[in-house]
């Protein structure tokens, strides 16, 4: 079965990609159909593409293997296949909502209405970042070389949360859901409560064998930080003074912002938040088995942070 798909970016100088079995190929049309998307800034890749307000637009197809396999992840409703598991890593690892149209369809049918945002994430970057590039051997379509390292890394992250240990450990990977909606958020304040979230979810799945939910609810926002920086190695230890700043500066935001619906006012705010994003996007590197990048020096940001010593 074909179905259209919506939004992807292919990597460059690949024609087609394979995550477990399902077949994405470019359109015909795709260097006019990647120009109709939003683009912030100018950009050189394959082609020149020049800054817009953009669309949604079929950039490819996916051949998806019959009999359709149920999904791994924890979708609402019945029917759903190991495409939307797909889709969904495709849009976290590439920035955009991707989608598929209706079957043996070449877009949008008549009374489809869409209701996807059709702009790039504000976030995410530390994610797409992480995958490693890796020079075709022996397929090209430009003279750019195909970077196969985006269809070997997204295929392993599958296998891996498909994995009974994996779906155990991460209870069916939840988070992964959250990540899209606060990567998708344009403002500061959204992003950084969708992220919150995501850490009291992580807190959450990695300690209730041994607390009670009552317990979960008790312990301070300081603790579960500390507890998830040291958990995935950010920092070794963390000391008196950094759970003062921990507290006082990330704490409060949470605490403000929920209670108040703003930000707490001091100069640093919008930093400490926008490092507060960055984490988690380390952080979901991690529980994908990635070596987070440090493009936005990351952990450097952190080490200052927590010894006072910021610039």
């Not at 800034?41 to 079929?58: D, K, M, Y």
């Not at 996007?281 to 991690?286: G, H, P, R």
């Amino acid at each position: 079965m074909r179905r259209p798909i919506y939004n992807l970016l292919f990597p460059t100088g690949c024609s087609e990609i394979t995550v477990h079995g399902h077949r994405f190929s470019r359109i015909e049309e795709y260097q006019s159909r990647v120009r109709k998307l939003q683009h912030l800034g100018g950009l050189f890749s394959e082609f020149q593409i020049r800054p817009n307000t953009g669309e949604h637009a079929v950039t490819g197809y996916v051949d998806i293997p019959e009999p359709a396999e149920s999904s791994i992840l924890e979708w609402a409703g019945e029917g759903n296949t190991v495409l939307m598991d797909i889709l969904l890593l495709l849009s976290l690892f590439t920035g955009r909502e991707v989608f598929a149209g209706r079957p043996g369809t070449t877009g949008l049918a008549e009374d489809e209405v869409i209701t996807r945002d059709s702009r790039v994430y504000k976030w995410g970057g530390i994610l797409r970042s992480s995958i490693p590039y890796e020079r075709a051997k022996d397929r090209s379509i430009s003279s750019f070389d195909c970077n196969e390292g985006f269809e070997e890394t997204i295929n392993q992250i599958y296998e891996l949360i498909r994995s009974p240990k994996w779906q155990q450990k991460y209870q069916q990977g939840y988070f992964l859901f959250l990540a899209r909606m606060a990567f998708q958020q344009h403002f500061l304040e959204a992003a950084f409560s969708q992220c919150w979230t995501i850490w009291e979810h992580l807190f959450t799945i990695h300690n209730r064998s041994w607390l009670s939910d009552k317990q979960l609810r008790r312990i301070y926002s300081d603790e579960k930080v500390a507890f998830l920086l040291t958990e995935y190695e950010l920092i070794n230890e963390i000391d008196q003074k950094s759970r003062q700043l921990i507290q006082s500066r990330l704490a409060n935001i949470r605490n403000r912002l929920i209670h108040f619906g703003r930000f707490p006012k001091y100069d640093k705010v919008h930093k400490d938040a926008d490092l507060f994003i960055r984490l988690t996007e380390v952080i979901l590197a991690k529980t994908l088995k990635l070596v987070p990048s440090n493009v936005f020096n990351t952990i450097e940001r952190l080490q200052e942070f927590l010894s006072g010593n910021e610039k």
